[in-house]
């Protein structure tokens, strides 16, 4: 005993003395919160931040910052702190620096790692975490949190920007991770709930600080408690290791005494409770139990009388079944056998098993008795009875018009219809085979005059393309904008090369057929192929494929779709240059000159000019006219659309009037004063005036003596 008691004082000391040093070492941290300056549990987290900064300092002569993620953070909202702080764990405490100072930051944290024991600290590099775009989305932990800094921005966006905060734990199941405030985090489909080790500490944020003092405070409270009490304490072990020592006799007999003094305290307290509880008690739920029992036992009672009469009602009706199981039944089939027999004698066997009997079976449910049911048929009889009147008499008037219309002379009144089947069979096998042979003829008569002419419209409209094309060029020809001239291409499209051969073949051109022999063994698989694309159509054909269907049919019946257009620009050395190729190299004006002419050339199509069965206004409308176009270009454009035959109406803005003016007939001008407008007319004859007066002004002007050169001189 003496020797527990010396080791006992031996632990208290120990223990007081680290308490001691513990709360020297809370004091400290304290006066350093005190101070401004955030604890964190990692003593080597401030150090190498000191170093990397005291590094970058002395290899490039400037303060380049190196943050900790949780100095630059405030949380907004004080119920999402646990779950911040939970969340974040140890990423709190790593330490970020700008992208251009990464690579060294690295190295210097991997050159000090093992000499200061620099462990488990991160180092963010937000350059490659930059690159990936990290957005936070609507709802999400990274909203409860903010900071001037744009680069913690990021990572925190990137570490919490998917977290979504969820008032219930049953919605976490609805988002790929998500936490609750009491800190239930999904994430990876696991539910788990954070250890409280993880969250108790503040380290986010200023107030943070004020957190960790009053924890700091509250700690050396205890310490100081803790080693008044093992001063206390000490002084009394001392005293018990200083007594004479017990023999192992008088130890066994003072522990059993002290166990039964403690055992007797216990039952002591038991006792107490006992009767406490005793004096408590109500016994009135015992008479209430008992009286219940006795009501259930009396309906028990009145259960086994009701059983008893049920079986005996039981036993009378199983009696009766046997009787009209044995006698009444087969009577009663017998009967219903009779009536059936007679029924089927009187009328058709089809029509009674398929609309008689579930009618009367019906009706008998419904009516219990068969003198009701032949009572409610009475009515409906009567009244088949006058509709089959009335179709026997259509059936004698259709006979009587087929005699008529066919000249025959099969009765009318004859209950069968069989001479009439006899003719219709006869019809089916002799006439009709001969009347389906030619159909079918004339139907492959039409479906070739079908190609043939189909292939004819379209070789018709390539033939008149071809034409307007070759017209156009020749109005063209002796035509020059600046140093260019231009010229209209069509030539066949590549990718429908083969249709195009087929439709100009000299063979339809020389009147042969589709089907001639020669034609189909040079183009038989592709006309199969083009009228595939546009006739391929039946009852089971899917919308889809109608839709297909339609397409292919505007495209194949278009002649241009076997054509490909172009417009060459020709220079002064007869250079050529494709329009196609060079429509987005070239300037405004040398791009809208060749976009005219090629308007041009769809009127003259669209009015098919040259066409002498055809006459119409050639109307042109432009607004906005030659606006890039500088003037030269703009007189020859006019003088185009003039010797083409085109009527033309021309808005233009005032900077082109000079141009256009004095080629066209009528010209009018629009003037704007506050919200009315005025029109003014003049023609060419009135520019040739005006420039007459304004040239004879000039000459006056010139032989006018100048008043300060008296007279010598010319104005």
Request: aromatic share 10%; hydrophobic share 35%; proline share 3%.
């Amino acid at each position: 005993f003496t020797d527990t008691a010396a080791w006992s004082v031996r632990q208290i000391r120990e223990q007081q003395q680290a308490a001691e040093a513990e709360l020297q070492t809370c004091e400290m941290q304290l006066q350093e919160l005190r101070q401004g300056i955030k604890q964190y549990p990692n003593p080597g987290i401030k150090r190498l931040q000191a170093l990397i900064g005291q590094e970058l300092f002395a290899r490039h002569g400037r303060q380049i910052p190196v943050w900790i993620i949780a100095d630059e953070l405030e949380i907004i909202e004080p119920r999402w702190t646990d779950a911040l702080e939970g969340y974040l764990h140890t990423q709190k405490f790593y330490l970020l620096v700008e992208p251009d100072w990464f690579e060294e930051a690295l190295a210097i944290y991997d050159t000090a790692k093992r000499q200061q024991n620099f462990y488990d600290i991160g180092l963010i590099d937000i350059e490659r975490l930059a690159a990936d775009k990290p957005v936070s989305r609507l709802g999400s932990l990274a909203e409860k949190l903010r900071t001037d800094n744009a680069l913690v921005r990021l990572f925190i966006d990137y570490v919490l920007g998917d977290v979504i905060c969820c008032d219930q734990t049953a919605d976490l199941r609805k988002y790929r991770r998500a936490i609750t405030d009491s800190c239930m985090l999904y994430q990876n489909y696991v539910a788990r709930q954070l250890n409280p080790n993880c969250y108790k500490d503040r380290y986010i944020g200023k107030s943070a600080i004020l957190a960790q003092i009053a924890a700091l405070e509250e700690k050396a409270r205890q310490l100081a408690r803790f080693i008044a009490e093992c001063d206390k304490t000490a002084p009394r072990y001392d005293a018990w290791a200083s007594l004479e020592s017990f023999s192992e006799y008088e130890t066994g007999s003072l522990a059993t005494t002290i166990g039964r003094l403690a055992e007797k305290e216990e039952l002591s307290a038991r006792l107490n409770t006992l009767n406490s509880e005793l004096a408590g008690l109500d016994l009135a739920w015992l008479d209430r139990l008992i009286e219940k029992i006795g009501r259930v036992r009396k309906s028990m009672a009145d259960l086994e009388q009701q059983s008893k009469a049920v079986t005996a009602q039981r036993y009378q009706l199983e009696a009766q079944i046997g009787l009209v199981r044995d006698r009444e039944l087969p009577e009663l089939s017998q009967q219903v056998e009779a009536i059936r027999t007679d029924i089927r004698q009187h009328y058709y066997g089809d029509w009674l098993q398929r609309e008689a009997e579930p009618r009367f079976v019906a009706e008998y449910k419904q009516r219990d008795t068969g003198l009701a049911v032949r009572n409610a048929f009475y009515s409906p009889q009567n009244r088949s009875e006058s509709q089959r009147k009335q179709k026997w008499e259509r059936v004698q008037t259709s006979r009587s018009d087929f005699n008529r219309l066919y000249q025959a002379s099969v009765s009318v009144t004859a209950e069968s219809n069989r001479d009439f089947e006899q003719r219709l069979e006869r019809l089916e096998q002799e006439k009709l085979p001969d009347y389906l042979e030619q159909i079918h003829q004339a139907q492959k008569m039409a479906y070739e005059q079908f190609q043939s002419d189909f292939l004819g419209k379209l070789k018709e409209s390539i033939d008149a393309v071809t034409d307007s094309i070759r017209e156009l060029n020749r109005t063209l020809k002796d035509r020059s904008w600046g140093n260019e001239r231009f010229q209209f291409v069509v030539e066949p499209h590549p990718n429908y090369r083969r249709f195009y051969d087929m439709i100009m073949d000299d063979l339809l051109m020389q009147g042969y057929s589709i089907t001639y022999a020669a034609f189909r063994e040079k183009h038989g698989a592709t006309v199969d192929e083009l009228f595939r694309q546009i006739l391929a159509v039946d009852e089971e054909t899917s919308g889809d494929q109608r839709s297909e269907l339609e397409r292919n049919i505007e495209s194949y019946c278009n002649y241009r779709t076997y054509l490909r257009f172009d417009l060459h620009t020709i220079d002064e050395n007869n250079e050529v240059q494709r329009l196609s190729r060079t429509l987005r190299k070239k300037s405004g004006g040398e791009t809208q000159t060749p976009y005219y002419i090629a308007m041009l050339a769809a009127f003259v199509q669209l009015y098919r000019i040259g066409d002498r069965n055809r006459s119409c206004m050639q109307l042109i409308i432009f607004d906005e006219a030659f606006s890039k176009m500088d003037g030269e270009r703009i007189r020859e454009s006019i003088r185009l659309l003039r010797r083409i035959g085109f009527q033309c109406l021309i808005s233009a803005p005032p900077d082109k009037i000079a141009d256009i003016a004095p080629l066209v007939d009528r010209n009018i001008c629009v003037l704007k004063d506050q919200h009315r407008s005025f029109l003014a007319y003049f023609d060419k004859s009135d520019i040739d005036r005006i420039e007459g007066e304004l040239e004879v002004e000039r000459e006056i002007r010139l032989d006018e003596p100048d008043e300060n050169d008296n007279g010598d001189a010319k104005a």
